[in-house]
């Protein structure tokens, strides 16, 4: 400013450690309120590190002092008050440095209302997590979504005619190694069961594979009223006369049969004059089928 005596038109500015903050940078650094000197009494800080989907926070410490057992500093895999706790530090030994496995971090310190010590200071650099297993192939089925990424979710849908066993949507989880929240599912032909589709598709229990010996499935197929259902075996390679498959027309084997079949393919094939029909697969063999492929599908 002018004037006989020079001075600045402000105060000098102070730069002064906050308590808390939000941080978005791939690296920085966080200091207790008050570094180097004491933190204040009766302190509650939280500080969020913000990185992108796909990183962790790598924390480094270079200073920690803290009155122990009473002042304390966490760290919590997560953005939430209540995500997981993967550090809680007090006194005077500087921690070793860890990993976050969240792109979101909660840090949070805590002092009481007596012996202020000069508090902390740590750093932190963004580092790239791995993804998850590719599940891939994915047996008789699909797989939904390219994204095998920490907080990533896929889906995995079965090929007509087979059913999917385990859970049908999977999300990459937080955690030093990267895993998906449940197993992979699988796609299994089923022991029978009710079809309601219009159209569809029924294999042998384990195809393609040989079915097995001593079974026993049944299936039973409801169209609207007023239409009729027929079957249509684009294979059919059992081991008869042991093995068969027999076919009612309703929902009873009391109901007039359709047909018994073992081998081949039905010149004729039934047709119902009902809205449904039962089907019943039997298998007495010891061995399951003769050939590789000892199954049957029926086309509807």
Same mark, same amino acid.
């Given at each position: 400013?002018? =004037? !006989?005596?020079?001075?600045?038109? #402000?105060?000098? +500015?102070? @730069?002064?450690?906050?308590?808390? =903050? ?5 690296? /920085? ?55 997981? $706790? ?20 909660? $840090? ?20 790239? &997590? ?9 047996? #008789? /089925?699909?797989? $939904?979504?390219?994204? #095998?990424?920490? =907080? ?17 949507? *999977? ?5 030093? !190694? ?12 089923? @022991? =029978?069961? %009710?079809? !309601?589709?219009?159209? /569809? ?5 384990? #195809? ?26 684009? *294979? ?9 498959? !027999? $076919? ?17 393919? +039905? %010149? ?21 089928? *003769?050939?590789? *492929?000892? &199954? ?5």
């Amino acid at each position: 400013m002018p =004037g !006989t005596v020079r001075r600045w038109n #402000y105060p000098p +500015p102070l @730069c002064i450690a906050q308590c808390g =903050g939000i941080r978005e940078e791939m690296e /920085g650094m966080i200091l207790s309120p008050g570094f180097p000197g004491n933190y204040p009494s009766n302190s509650d800080c939280t500080w969020r590190i913000y990185l992108p989907v796909g990183y962790g926070a790598h924390i480094q410490f270079l200073n920690f002092s803290t009155e122990a057992n009473h002042d304390f500093l966490e760290i919590r895999n997560g953005p939430l008050d209540t995500s997981a $706790v993967i550090g809680r530090f007090s006194g005077q030994d500087v921690p070793s440095s860890l990993l976050t496995t969240s792109h979101e971090t909660t $840090v949070y310190f805590h002092s009481d209302h007596s012996q202020n010590k000069p508090g902390f200071r740590f750093e932190y650099q963004a580092y790239e &997590l791995q993804e998850c297993p590719d599940p891939e192939p994915f047996r #008789y /089925g699909v797989v $939904v979504g390219a994204g #095998y990424n920490v =907080g990533q979710s896929i889906s995995f849908e079965c090929l007509p005619g087979y059913q999917l066993m385990g859970h049908s949507i *999977l999300t990459c989880e937080h955690g030093t !190694t990267r895993n998906w929240d449940h197993p992979f599912p699988r796609c299994e032909v089923p @022991c =029978g069961g %009710n079809i !309601t589709s219009d159209n /569809g598709t029924i294999f042998s229990p384990g #195809y393609p594979e040989e079915y097995p010996s001593s079974a026993d499935c049944s299936w039973l197929i409801t169209v609207a009223p007023g239409f009729g259902i027929k079957i249509n075996f684009t *294979l059919l390679q059992v081991h008869g006369p042991h093995d068969f498959i !027999t $076919v009612w027309d309703g929902p009873q084997e009391t109901a007039r049969k359709l047909g018994v079949f073992t081998d081949g393919e +039905p %010149n004729d094939p039934p047709s119902s004059t009902s809205n449904q029909v039962l089907i019943r697969f039997r298998s007495n063999t010891e061995k399951g089928g *003769l050939s590789p *492929l000892s &199954l049957f599908s029926a086309g509807l």
